[in-house]
């Protein structure tokens, strides 16, 4: 079992005390403790090991040359359901299975959201028209281990509020991933992206939230992108999750349609997303689904 390493030490002690970690279990289990035990003891948080993070890793690479092979593919005319079968190719092609097919009842390999769309747009007849904003979400299993992310991409002349709140997506990510490291908390990660988002005057959608992911599609902690610093659960190496921020240009309400998946904003106003997987190490973050 790993011990945890003096950058750790510091950490809010995870019990809840209000005192370093240090200063309480470390000092309560004869000077050590083992992380993922106590993690998953009190978050259900399973943290990974270093071969659990290589297997993502390798899974992560592959998400990534499948959002690469997408990306060369959408333009206008195209639909969102021959996006989805490419997808499930280029899948199955490199041994993989596509984790989206069959989850919960959904019906396609990808989830494909176009403008006013803020997540889990099924692939359908829909086509791309010159100036909408697509967005892309891959997740893979290899060898039983899973990956995710996704991008939001432009197709043809997009407006200016488009090209706004791509960016601005985008941004937010990064400032999240940015927050990431021991002794953070998740709320640090929220609120670097909250409070970037507000202040472009976008908003942030509260109903869906990053996760845990590695072992499993979803697992604990969930990850909100809105929240105070110093707050929530402190982060550690080999906590493995993703961030994927849900930005609309107008406001964070949404409405999910009739096929109990397509999730809209309320005001029918774009929204963009971005997303990867990352793992805190033990000096700070790295993404596992790098782009």
């Not at 890793?57 to 359901?81: H, P």
């Not at 791509?166 to 609120?191: F, H, M, S």
């Not at 604990?220 to 110093?230: N, T």
């Not at 659960?233 to 930005?247: D, H, K, N, Y």
């Amino acid at each position: 079992m790993k011990q945890i390493k003096k950058n750790v030490r510091n950490i809010p002690c995870p019990c809840g005390s209000g005192l370093k970690y240090k200063k309480c279990c470390l000092i309560k289990k004869n000077g050590w403790v083992n992380a993922a035990a106590l993690y998953q003891q009190k978050y259900n948080i399973r943290l990974k090991n270093q071969q659990d993070i290589e297997g993502i890793r390798r899974t992560g690479r592959l998400v990534v040359d499948t959002l690469d092979m997408i990306e060369k593919k959408i333009k206008a005319g195209v639909t969102t359901d021959e996006l989805n079968t490419w997808v499930h190719e280029f899948t199955v092609k490199n041994s993989a299975i596509p984790a989206p097919l069959n989850y919960k009842g959904f019906p396609k390999s990808c989830c494909v959201s176009i403008n006013e769309v803020i997540c889990h747009g099924i692939p359908s007849q829909r086509l791309i028209k010159d100036g909408d904003i697509v967005n892309v979400d891959v997740t893979t299993i290899l060898n039983n281990y899973y990956a995710d992310a996704n991008k939001t991409f432009l197709a043809g002349a997009v407006g200016s509020g488009g090209v706004k709140i791509v960016n601005v997506a985008y941004q937010c990510l990064r400032r999240g991933i940015a927050a990431v490291k021991p002794g953070n908390t998740l709320g640090d990660i929220g609120w670097a992206i909250q409070s970037y988002a507000e202040g472009e005057g976008c908003s942030v959608v509260r109903d869906f939230v990053g996760h845990g992911v590695g072992l499993d599609f979803h697992e604990a902690p969930e990850v909100p992108h809105y929240g105070k610093p110093s707050a929530g659960i402190p982060l550690t190496a080999g906590m493995v999750f993703t961030i994927e921020p849900m930005i609309n240009l107008g406001v964070k309400e949404l409405t999910i349609l009739d096929d109990n998946w397509t999730a809209v904003t309320r005001d029918r106003k774009l929204s963009a997303q971005f997303e990867q997987t990352l793992v805190v190490t033990e000096t700070g973050v790295e993404s596992l689904t790098p782009y």
